[in-house]
Nanobody
Framework: QVHLVESGGGLVQTGGSLKLTCAASGRTFSRYSMGWFRQAPGKEREFIAAIDWNGDNTYYSDSVKGRFTISRDNADNTVYLQMNSVLPEDTAVYYC???????????????WGQGTQVTVFT
């Protein structure tokens, strides 16, 4: 099982940018599909982006498509989420997760880290 640690969250003004990082332990990182989820207060966890094992294919939810970019570096066991043109509704705790299987299917993701808080202010 892979162990994940998210970082890079913080305060950002509407329209600004932020880059989240997810560092993974273990030597089998490249076999996993990776996903980013977020959870805002009082809301269910939302599946927002995913990438397949070698980075050739990605998925984005409608809520972030065109603004966020997911990428990965298998040599460094790291996955990133570049957040551009952020909005107040992007305020949430952001989590990364891993799975063996179809990257664009939100079920079966695991290895949850502690999350990183993103707060967008106007």
């Amino acid at each position: 099982q892979v162990h994940l640690v998210e970082s890079g969250g913080g305060l950002v003004q509407t329209g600004g940018s932020l880059k989240l990082t997810c560092a993974a332990s273990g030597r089998t990182f490249s076999r996993y599909s990776m996903g980013w989820f977020r959870q805002a207060p009082g809301k269910e966890r939302e599946f927002i982006a995913a990438i397949d094992w070698n980075g050739d294919n990605t998925y984005y939810s409608d809520s972030v498509k065109g603004r966020f970019t997911i990428s990965r570096d298998n040599a460094d066991n790291t996955v990133y989420l570049q957040m551009n043109s952020v909005l107040p509704e992007d305020t949430a705790v952001y989590y990364c997760a891993a799975k063996e299987g179809l990257y664009f299917v939100p079920s079966s993701y695991g290895g949850w880290g502690q999350g990183t808080q993103v707060t967008v202010f106007t």
